[in-house]
């Protein structure tokens, strides 16, 4: 598959542990993106990296980081985890984001459940 | 700040009858109007843009920058049409290219 993986495809865990979603974009995509959706709530964006640096933030909480190796891929980590962080978090890539196309490819997302 | 408004979380429509997913937005520069879609056990994938001004599977979506919307709109439903769909915002500037989306609409073609 030369679309965008994810990993793993669901995680259960309990409140107060600290998970790391895994993110390959697709193959020549030099930017990732990560999202958040929760229940009654759209897609949320997190954070952009760009051929390993931090291109843009959004709400994301402090007790959530994120990195792009040096291969591209892309950890989503969340740690002291709390109920209301149950959601289902998606990575997306593109090619090159100055581009006229801005399509965004997504992954088929990780479902996190918080206990 | 970015907003993308849709204002139907549920849309059911007849087989052969016209649709219209409503979709309005907020932001004060230059913004990129997409169209996403999720059918059932697939991923989120990209229907349409603005800025390509092309129709996707009979589907069309004018930018209307007076009104702020970006409606879609298809002439004669399908029942392969049933789906979420998301309208999603982006800057036209480099170095600002996340997506802003909208809570999305269900719709669901009855037969």
């Known amino acids: 598959d030369s679309g965008v993986t994810q990993t793993p495809k669901h995680l259960i865990t309990a409140t107060g542990q600290r998970v790391t979603l895994r993110c390959s974009p697709r193959s020549g995509d030099l930017s990732v993106y990560w999202y958040q959706q929760s229940l009654d709530q759209g897609l949320q964006f997190l954070i952009q990296y760009y051929n390993g640096e931090e291109r843009a933030k959004g709400n994301i909480l402090e007790r959530f980081s994120a990195q792009q190796f040096p291969d591209l891929h892309s950890e989503l980590n969340l740690s002291s985890l709390e109920l209301g962080d149950s959601a289902l978090y998606f990575c997306a890539s593109s090619v090159d984001p100055g581009l006229a196309n801005k399509e965004q490819f997504f992954g088929p997302g990780t479902r996190l459940t918080v206990l | ?111």
């Open chain 2, 1 to 111: 700040a970015q907003r993308v408004t849709q204002p139907e979380k549920l849309l059911s429509v007849f087989k052969g009858a016209p649709v219209e997913l409503k979709c309005n937005y907020s932001y004060s520069g230059s913004p990129e109007l997409f169209w996403y879609v999720q059918y059932s056990r697939q991923r989120l994938q990209l229907l349409l843009r603005h800025i390509s001004r092309e129709s996707i599977k009979g589907f069309t979506a004018d930018l209307n920058k007076g009104e702020t919307s970006f409606h879609l709109k298809k002439p004669f439903a399908q029942e392969e049409d049933s789906a979420m769909y998301y309208c999603a915002l982006s800057s036209l500037n480099f170095g600002n290219e996340k997506l802003t989306f909208g809570t999305g609409t269900r719709l669901t073609i009855i037969p």
